[in-house]
């Protein structure tokens, strides 16, 4: 660049200097008033050959272009009108039994269960600066299995502040900053297992067997299911009706069960759980310092047997195994134990 000493500044020579000076404007510098002289392509000031030069002219302004469109894309988000367009969506035929496994960070899962025949993967971007996630997202169908996986972030890939970043897998725990929501569509019946850290998983419909592994997400399944596995550390857990089998672990999150499975058992920290029974069947409640309530369905026998060290314990059920009507094999058997959170345990009104 060309220095100027205050006996060569004039119009004329500021003119020439910047001439012969880098275009600061072409590399999306200081920009400059229309009176001032035009501006050359930094790649004829530097004399590189034509085709290279040609290149470069190119290459500077399809940035300058996509810069321009990214900020006109991010206003059009802010103003609420562009959110649609940040979608990838993916459709199979299973042939029978569906089993689907869906991985994420902290994205949510919604998965919705229907008479449809067909699958559908929806994939969306919460903002337009996470649109590039979606072309990295792996959703595969083996059609001979009828197992369908989806990976937000597959193998080797993580989410920074900084935005993706390829290298070794790191911990399971690791908190991605960023992260795409999965919607699943599926036919009734389908058995899923759902692995996530932060995000939140929501199940509807009748669905097979489900686990569902989460670290702070809560977790809600709003209808029925044949089976249904979860862990989580202090995400809630709100499940409707549970035919065989109600697995549940938890941290700090509460725990809310509309109907009890055959056999059922809840191991909770310091989360509330309550629990209602309407069929015979053995349930099993261990917690530390929350608060247990379950209300039995009228007409069942009940064989309660209930300890805490600290917490009250309360029944309004007579406990001689006779329910009203009952018989022999209409009998739920319920087993609590707590340190400080109180029991109690009522028929249903």
């Given at each position: 660049?060309r220095?100027?000493?205050?006996s060569?500044?004039s119009a ?19 920009r ?29 302004h ?13 206003i059009?988000?802010?103003?609420g ?25 902290c ?43 989806v ?18 897998s ?9 992260d795409i ?14 692995a ?11 669905l ?10 809560d ?6 299911a ?19 089998s ?104």
């Amino acid at each position: 660049m060309r220095y100027l000493d205050p006996s060569y500044a004039s119009a004329a020579s500021y003119q020439s200097a910047r001439h012969e000076s880098l275009n600061f404007e072409s590399c999306g510098g200081e920009r400059h008033s229309s009176d001032d002289v035009p501006t050359r392509p930094l790649a004829q000031i530097m004399q590189f050959p034509t085709k290279v030069a040609q290149w470069i002219t190119v290459t500077i302004h399809r940035k300058e272009n996509q810069m321009t469109n990214e900020h006109e894309a991010s206003i059009k988000g802010a103003s609420g009108h562009s959110s649609a367009d940040a979608a990838r969506v993916e459709s199979f035929s299973p042939t029978g039994p569906l089993w689907a496994e869906i991985h994420t960070k902290c994205g949510d899962v919604v998965v919705r269960a229907s008479d449809r025949k067909d699958l559908k993967v929806t994939l969306s971007a919460s903002s337009s600066k996470n649109t590039y996630l979606l072309e990295h997202a792996d959703v595969t169908f083996d059609a001979t299995n009828n197992v369908l996986n989806v990976h937000t972030l597959p193998g080797g890939l993580s989410v920074s502040s900084r935005g993706l970043r390829v290298g070794p897998s790191k911990s399971w725990f690791d908190f991605g900053s960023s992260d795409i929501d999965v919607l699943l569509e599926v036919p009734q019946g389908t058995s899923l297992g759902v692995a996530t850290i932060s995000g939140d998983t929501s199940l509807h419909g009748s669905l097979g067997s489900v686990k569902v592994k989460s670290v702070s997400g809560d977790v809600v399944a709003r209808d029925s299911a044949d089976s249904f596995d979860v862990q989580t550390a202090s995400g809630d857990v709100n499940s409707g009706h549970v035919k065989t089998s109600l697995k549940c672990k938890s941290a700090s999150g509460d725990v809310v069960c509309l109907s009890a499975a055959a056999k059922t058992e809840i191991f909770s920290a310091s989360g509330n759980v309550v629990l209602s029974a309407d069929r015979p069947g053995k349930i099993i409640v261990r917690n530390v310092s929350g608060d247990v309530s379950v209300h039995v369905a009228r007409g069942l026998a009940v064989d309660i047997s209930g300890d805490s060290v600290s917490g009250d314990m309360g029944s309004n059920i007579d406990l001689d195994a006779k329910g009203d009507g009952a018989g022999e094999n209409e009998v739920i058997v319920i087993k609590v134990t707590t340190v400080s959170g109180d029991i109690r345990i009522d028929k249903a009104s």
